[in-house]
């Protein structure tokens, strides 16, 4: 987004305020904001309280996305606060979104207020959707991660030397951990939900609170050693994707590979410029990203 609009407006004129910043830079890019010297403010939820003069609009992108609520003290939602700032500058507020929250929508849906976009950007078509079962896929003895089809527009993708996306929104290698004799199940200390296992440092995190424990070997409970591991997250995906296309390039994209300061940009810049072969990633790989090359995206989902 700030590139697109870099290259429309001019670096000199946009502010960028998010929590990746240092302190120094968050701190000259809002005295920035304050001298008037930058018009257009880009940022994350704490952008909303950003010292901007003469306001002239406010646009939410991704409007139902949940992150622009915070949990953490000060808790406030960034939409409310968006909606107050208008009201009180008499400017008008745009809350953009290809999936609004059901709320929002139904409280616009028959006024003037809904403005409805009827064509794709660049004319361009909509993609087709297809929808595996895959406890059908389970029937016919498939217990891979990759249907059947998937598996084969992949290897297809990778032939044509086209790109491919895989989304699935639960981070780290198993979603719980369990002992199959009593049923024991590992829980956070703090928040009191499963915690997640990370194969990489072979620990059990919480995805809540950062809470850490060392992975299990035996049984807390009834002592024994049948330990087992349920449910996938990126890490998992990441490792059948490698052991299905050896030959393939893969780059994974969560939490977990994007705490450094700007791994975020080198990720996507990685992929785009050294045309790797499949993206893997929770919500990070589909906010509006442009990818010319890439023909395939899946996204995993549960009932």
Partial sequence: MVERFVARFGKEKIAILHSKLSIGERYDEWKRI????AKIVIGARSAIFAPVKNLGIIIIDEEHDQSYKSDMTPKYNAKEIALYLAKQNNVPLVLGSATPSVSLYHEVENTDRLITLTKRANNSNLPNVEVVDMKKELAVGNRSMLSRKLKESIEKNIQDKKQTILFLNRRGYSTF??????????????????????????????????YERQNLTKCPEC??????????GTQKLETEINKLFPEASTI??????????NSYEDILNKFKDE?????????????????????LVRSYCSR
Avoid: W
């Fill in 34 to 37: 304050e001298r008037d010297e």
């Fill in 177 to 210: 951990v369990m002992c199959r004799d009593c049923g024991y199940t590992v829980t956070c200390n703090k928040c009191n939900i499963t915690l997640t296992y990370h194969i990489r440092e072979n620990k059990l995190k919480c995805h809540y609170c950062g």
């Fill in 223 to 232: 002592g024994s050693n049948n330990i087992r591991y349920f449910g996938a």
């Fill in 252 to 261: 994974r994209m969560d939490i977990d590979t994007v705490s450094k300061k």
């Fill in 275 to 295: 045309n790797i072969d499949i993206l893997i990633g929770t919500q990070m790989v589909v906010k509006g990203h442009h990818f010319p090359n890439v023909t």
